[in-house]
């Protein structure tokens, strides 16, 4: 039934429903990882501090889930599944490693669920990005990627991964002196969980002529991405909390000046160093160790950089 789904959403797409691709494909980019991953850098270094920590934590734990049940349930693609469904443009290139849960939605649950379950923002704002999560789940859906099933349970995933946060987030607040157990349970869960996809047993298909049709191995590449940004935010946190502390309690040019920085040397992080690193060190490894490297700069490295530069220079004007 849900492939029955895809190709009917898919001869609407070819047909009637064509002028919708695009913003579809508008939709899913709000879904991406890399996309996920600057907003919620800019809400912490920029906007809030705590909101956007909170976002990285829930994020943090969503992208453990996500690896957990993509390398436990094994499910393949949709066109890989039944040749019919043929993935609109290059909406392919995204779609990484084994199908369930959908990991776009689970970024979107992240990112936008992440708001729209915390009570201490407006109401309308809310139900946007409550609308957001849906439409970046549906997109996975319009434009053949991924089941219905996957965006469902995605969904359900992020959101209660977020509450759940919600509620960390606050038992922390009350006890600050628990953080570096938290910390503890997190690394430890997450080494858990490369250790579990390092060594199960993948599935083996083959096609009709012997080739084997999906790599576990390859599968689980984004597995270990998940862990090593969950390890990496974890350590980062603490590190900051601890020897940082930084704030964005902060002037307007400050934001902007933040802003600019940040997303200038992001990018030079991730489509500089990181693949630099990836190349260095090959397989699962390099994977972990790169993006490890990406978001312990994201949660420690430019805060401590922001704060001894800001520091430097109230110094030097005086204050």
């Given at each position: 039934?849900?492939?029955n ?7 609407f797409?070819?047909?009637a ?11 899913t ?7 996920a ?29 996500n ?12 066109w890989?599944?039944?040749?019919r ?42 139900i946007?990005?409550?609308?957001l ?10 434009l ?5 099933q ?24 009350i ?31 083959k ?19 998940g ?12 590190l ?5 502390q930084f ?8 934001r ?32 972990f ?13 430019f805060?401590?950089?922001l704060?001894?530069?800001e ?9």
């Open positions: 039934m849900d492939i789904i895809l190709l009917a959403l898919q001869d797409r070819n047909g429903g064509a002028f919708l691709a695009g913003f579809f494909s508008k939709m980019w709000l879904g991406e990882l890399n996309t991953l600057i907003i919620m850098a800019l809400l912490y270094w920029c906007v809030s501090k705590d909101f956007g920590a909170y976002l990285l934590m829930g994020w943090s734990g969503n992208r453990l889930v690896g957990m049940l993509k390398v436990t349930v094994c499910a393949y693609r949709p890989i599944r039944d040749a469904v043929v993935p609109y443009g290059d909406s392919i290139t995204t779609a990484t490693g084994y199908s369930f849960p959908s990991g776009h939605t689970m970024n979107a649950a992240t990112v936008y669920g992440g708001g729209a379950v915390r009570k201490d923002l407006p109401r309308v704002l809310r946007v990005l409550g609308l999560v849906l439409l970046v789940a549906f997109s996975r859906n319009y053949g990627v991924h089941t219905p996957d965006v469902l349970v995605g969904a359900a995933a992020g959101i209660l991964v977020m509450w759940l946060t919600v509620k960390l987030m606050e038992w922390v607040k006890h600050p002196e628990k953080d570096l157990l938290v910390v503890c349970i997190g690394v430890g869960l997450a080494i858990a969980v490369a250790i579990y996809a390092a060594v199960k047993p993948y599935p083996v298909d096609d009709a002529a012997g080739k084997v049709l999906v790599e576990g191995a390859k599968m689980a590449n984004d597995t270990f991405k862990v090593g940004w969950c390890a990496a935010f974890l350590t980062g946190w603490i900051e909390r601890r020897f940082v704030s964005t309690d902060i002037s307007m040019v400050k902007f000046t933040r802003l600019a920085v940040g997303l200038l040397s992001y990018y030079a992080v991730s489509l500089i160093f990181v693949p630099a690193v990836k190349n260095w060190i090959s397989g699962a490894p390099g994977t160790v790169s993006c490890y490297l990406q978001m312990l700069y994201v949660a420690f490295i805060p401590w950089i704060k001894r530069f520091k430097t220079d109230s110094e030097q004007s005086g204050f």
